[in-house]
């Protein structure tokens, strides 16, 4: 029997629940409904515009053969009615009904349903500062706000900027400014790293010195106090705690929350961050309610605990879900493990799953094992350095995460990606050590840098290995004239003679070929410190010593690669 | 107890394993031992040596930090024993010896091992025909092949090459004359497709049309019959059934062969095409000698049939289980699903598993999806088509194979690797639909290939959709005056009218957006062929016609995008 659909949002995951339940029930009716002038657009599209990268703001609201997904596309291809700039006042459960107010007339209208959607998205948290309603402070909340921030920049009135927040959106904003437009930017993000909460702190520290490479200043561990101005208009400064940065555009993207007003008006449950319930199959409290996208809470597969993960590509998933149920299908959606990547200049981010830090604060024993290899044949001319974090459980060795950073974007993504199809099946990190990967020179190393992953892995939970990483070393080292430390460089003389020259109480080079002749100059009752430029050399050495009982050696993780990388000074 | 191990073979898989089981027992003593005089080079670098893309033959040889895997490398930094240009001559089974031939003195010798290791590796087929000992006829034997060719390009000498063999090395081969020296360069195979048996034939003749329009020449079902000289020294000529073409290069590259003549004699197992049988521990039939690399048959996960995979990549990985049961260790290869990568000039193709034609061979009831669209979120400006070919089973919908074209090969390889780590638990084909992979505009689309791989399985599956490739397509239209066909185009007018007005009787156009308003001007009792640029239209307006009661209602898959890639002319 022909019903009747309400869908309360427009934009990803809105359409495209209409889009498929039309398609498996084409004589029902479908009613969109969008505050907004534009529905269907890509909202991960927004810092791509403002850098010029998309030329024109309806690029994003066009299908890939160039088709404007608007009203009337909505009309006339998927036979869904659409109604624009049009507000839901509240929701009747009992009688099945939607209170609609038509925003430039004020005209109000009751719609009844068969079954509804939520689809109501999320709105940029904005500071609790004074100042925020300043001209040239910014939240990223639509297409609309992007076009005003790049028309500020294209009239060449934004000098300096400030990005509140070095999160997703703050990170490629700031890439925005600073790379396409030139702008001096400056970070500013609270907590003690940049990507909180989504990256390990070594690989974080990576990233942030490729950053200042290209000319942005992070201040960590700061917040803004106040947004100032010269003409009580436009934003001239940023007042923080000890000092105040001048800036003409400031971009606070501190993260988002979900919209739930109407839903919580309507009785539905709601957690306690205000995200809309839902059960695997996207259903609310209500039956006759489904709800996705940036509104609900999601289930981590890892965790097994709610997670509000707002991200474009699982709304479009979801979307795809809540059509077929609406069609009295039972497609699941069983959770997430929350992938995603980021392109940061020229270098690349991205992971999937548990950070190290993230699975102790979920109550996992884990550990974390880093990589750093090219991710080509090492004789091949055109390649670039992967660097790879594996997070794992220590007592059954399930893996539980992967992050990294790599000049070739789509390689890393690769890796990622299929960490992310494994993950689900809570799979053993050793098992890493047979993927049958693909191999051709131009395309991948010979044992592929996941294959690599296992190995170590496997080395560490069979204890024949112990690595530390960056910040480990970088705390013995500051520490050497206190401990009973032997820093042993297992790289060639040529290599190791810089630093040994420069240390010679304290840096130790003994060549990893030379090292089974040579253990008589090791010293006993001393913990060893192995380093080379990858830890490739120094794991081997690490064989040799334990092999002639010297039992307290740890190596360096991708050697002085991560060191000079994650801006450890020797 | 410490032991002697003696490895013959010390390429990839001999080298490797000997490391491997060193760091396990360091006090046992290793013996490697070798016909040529380089060891441990990479195999699969030598086209791109002759390319020029590595400049020195050592390059191959060498580690990632620089050093030489030579002789001296191995004693000193392994503490493994080498005996290059040595033969082994007989295996004594019963007396755990080896007979070995020094080649330059001709000094026997024999040696008393505990455990053997066979890594005999593969030598190329040469063709049964006159002339294969001319100068300028050459296999891809190893690196000392390899700089024969190189100095003879770099002479000045090759106005013309030929190349017999369209497999992976036949490829690269092509693409190292044709590229880096601009040598014309025809490839014969004998096949009626180029890399037979590892890609499906739509996406041979895509990737065989991007090589043509760089200048390389095909013939296919063609074999060469002689090679011709004309000083009786230099080969001149190759000489096919109907024709002859002038060729002062000629490489041969059809295959490789197991080295497997000591096994034999030795009275182990060996199978029907001559490869050394092992179980999943890389055991021989004799339980103190393992093999392993190109030397062996393994077993293929898919079909559980044995299978003859020689790859480099594969060899890695078997060397360090083979270490790991040298050392007492219970290390399993559980098999293979023939995962593989070519760069063919500026594309790169890749696969894993089987192809549909390969599936059907196994006998499976098998059919495939082909899914072409950009791998990126269409509004960003660097982008490339990224062409799929999912193979399944049609009852159980289990997946078998992926194959693909892209001009983003690491993007290719990413999404080949995530279905290879997933093939060998035989997932069904719709859990594609809820992989959860990394997004973001720079990397890849909103709705990832994969995902819309699984959701268009999932839709032939539930008999939602039927598609046709572009040979099926290809034999309709040659039809199209006989049958009871009607050709419909669901692009936009603009799109579409070129073709309409070429073909006015045979080619029809209805935007699929107003399809469903002109229903009246589709035809009854026809078989309903439909088209777009990619496919995502042609679906729509399918899904259309069959709520409208078409019921013979047929996509081109991957619409004009396959066609024209496949040389299909309209």
New interface residues.
């Given amino acids: 029997m022909p019903q009747h659909i309400v869908i309360i949002g427009a934009v ?1 995951l809105g359409s495209k629940a209409a889009a498929r339940f039309k ?1 498996l029930e ?2 029902s009716r479908v009613t969109l409904v969008d505050r907004g002038k534009l529905i269907a657009y ?1 909202g ?2 927004i810092p ?1 515009y403002v850098s010029g ?2 030329n024109e703001e309806r ?2 609201q ?4 160039h ?1 404007l997904r608007d009203t009337e ?1 909505f009309r ?2 998927k ?1 869904v009615d659409v109604r624009i700039e049009t507000e839901a006042l509240a929701i009747d459960r009992k009688n099945r009904t939607v209170n609609l107010r038509h925003l430039p007339t004020g005209n109000e209208e009751i719609l009844a349903y068969d079954q509804l959607v939520l689809a109501t998205g999320s709105t940029p948290f904005q500071l609790r500062v004074p100042g925020t309603a300043l001209q040239g402070v910014h939240t990223i909340q639509d297409p609309e706000s992007a076009r005003q921030i790049r028309s500020r920049i294209a009239g060449g009135k934004v000098k300096r900027a400030v990005v509140i927040g070095a999160g ?1 959106i703050g990170m490629e904003m700031a890439v925005a400014l600073a790379d396409l437009w030139d702008v001096p930017t400056t970070v500013i993000e609270y907590r003690d790293q940049i990507l909180p909460g989504v990256i390990g702190n070594n690989l974080a520290r990576m990233a942030q010195r490729r950053m200042e490479q290209k000319g942005i200043t992070f201040l960590l561990g700061e917040q803004a106090k106040a947004f100032e101005s010269d003409d009580q208009t436009h934003v001239a400064r940023v007042a923080m705690e000890t000092t105040t940065l001048p800036a003409d555009l400031v971009i606070v993207a501190v993260g988002v929350r979900p919209n739930s007003a109407l839903a919580r008006q309507a009785g539905l449950e709601v957690s306690e961050r205000g995200a809309v319930q839902v059960d695997e199959y996207l259903r609310t409290s209500d039956p006759h309610i489904f709800a996705g996208g940036d509104c609900v809470d999601l289930r981590h597969l890892l965790t097994d605990m709610p997670v509000y993960l707002p ?4 709304a ?2 979801q979307g ?1 879900i809540i059509g077929d149920n609406l069609a009295g299908g039972r497609s699941k ?2 959770g ?8 940061l200049f020229d270098l ?1 981010a ?3 799953g548990l950070t190290l830090q993230g699975a102790k604060n979920a109550g996992f024993n884990a550990l974390s094992v880093h990589v750093s ?2 991710d080509r ?5 055109e390649k670039g350095l992967m660097s790879l974090e594996l997070v794992i459980e220590r007592d059954t060795g399930r893996m539980l995460g992967l992050q990294g950073l790599a000049d ?4 890393l ?6 960490v ?3 993950l689900p ?1 809570a799979p053993n990190a050793r098992m890493l ?12 190393a ?3 840098i996941l ?1 690599v992953l296992g ?1 170590v892995a496997d080395n560490i939970l069979a204890n024949r290995y112990r690595g530390i990483h960056a910040d480990d070393f970088a705390a013995m080292w500051k520490e050497r004239e206190h401990n009973d430390l032997f820093f042993l460089d297992c ?2 003389t040529l290599e190791a003679e810089k630093y040994a020259h420069a240390h010679p109480e304290f840096w130790h080079n003994i060549p ?3 090292l ?1 002749e040579r253990l008589k100059d090791i010293p006993e009752n001393h913990r060893l410190v192995l380093i ?3 830890g ?2 120094a794991y ?1 050495a690490l ?2 010593l334990n ?1 002639a009982n010297f039992n307290d050696v740890v190596c360096v993780e991708g050697g002085m690669t991560a060191l000079t990388a994650a801006g450890v000074q020797v």
């Fill in positions: 990803a398609r084409p004589d890509s991960c599209g791509y990268e998309v690029e994003l066009s299908t890939a053969f088709m596309f006339k291809t036979g997703f991200m474009g590509s699982l479009n998933r795809r959606f069983s997430v493990t929350g992938s995603w990547c980021v392109k690349a991205a992971g999937t290899q090219l044949a090492h004789f091949f001319p070739m974007g789509d390689a993504v690769g890796k990622v990606n299929v992310a199809a494994l099946s050590s047979s993927l049958e990967m693909a191999y051709s020179p131009p395309f991948s010979a044992l592929d294959n190995n790289r060639e990893q070929g030379e089974a080379c430029n990858t490739a050399r081997e064989v040799t092999n």
